[in-house]
């Protein structure tokens, strides 16, 4: 999951990272490169505390287009999906997907943060439990 990212040059900061999509995260680097990493830090980071807060997941829609200023931040994967599986529990008890899936309570609380990453066997387990159908796709 890409989110684009604005990166202007500042006469007193050097490159300032903003998210069109997430207004609160920003980040600096001394060059375009540097400010593009530490765009995904900031990214990674907002991201893995929003879900730890509990708060609910804000998908991109602003599309990355390198002509308009706009560059492409690649969410990390370990992230995402725990966000996936958060979102998708929504309204059942975490001790229920993990009988239903047929793990420990312990590890599919893991699995809602970035700790752990499952298998694509435990996640195929874990769509199934929630009433859900994973979907691989290479695009």
Same mark, same amino acid.
């Given at each position: @999951?890409?989110?684009?990212?604005?990166?202007?040059? +500042?006469? +007193? @900061?050097?490159?300032?990272?903003?998210?069109?999509?997430?207004?609160?995260?920003?980040?600096?680097?001394?060059?375009?490169?540097?400010?593009? =990493?530490?765009?995904k830090?900031?990214? +990674?980071?907002?991201?893995?505390? +929003?879900?730890?807060?509990?708060?609910?997941?804000?998908?991109?829609?602003?599309?990355? *287009?390198? *002509?308009?200023?706009?560059?492409?931040?690649?969410?990390?994967?370990?992230?995402?999906?725990?966000?996936?599986l958060?979102?998708?529990?929504?309204?059942?008890?975490?001790? $229920?997907?993990?009988?239903?899936?047929?793990?420990?309570?312990?590890?599919? $609380? =893991?699995?809602?943060t970035?700790?752990s990453?499952?298998?694509?066997?435990?996640?195929? =387990?874990?769509?199934?439990?929630?009433?859900k159908?994973?979907?691989?796709?290479?695009?």
């Amino acid at each position: @999951m890409y989110y684009a990212v604005k990166i202007e040059k +500042d006469k +007193d @900061m050097g490159y300032v990272a903003t998210f069109p999509d997430l207004p609160n995260v920003n980040a600096f680097g001394s060059t375009k490169n540097e400010a593009l =990493r530490e765009a995904k830090n900031a990214l +990674d980071g907002t991201m893995e505390s +929003d879900l730890e807060l509990g708060l609910s997941f804000i998908k991109p829609k602003t599309l990355p *287009d390198e *002509d308009k200023g706009l560059w492409a931040v690649e969410l990390s994967p370990r992230v995402e999906i725990a966000y996936k599986l958060y979102e998708a529990r929504r309204g059942k008890k975490k001790n $229920q997907v993990a009988k239903l899936a047929g793990i420990s309570p312990q590890a599919y $609380q =893991r699995f809602e943060t970035t700790k752990s990453s499952p298998s694509i066997e435990t996640l195929y =387990r874990l769509a199934h439990a929630l009433g859900k159908q994973l979907v691989i796709d290479f695009v």
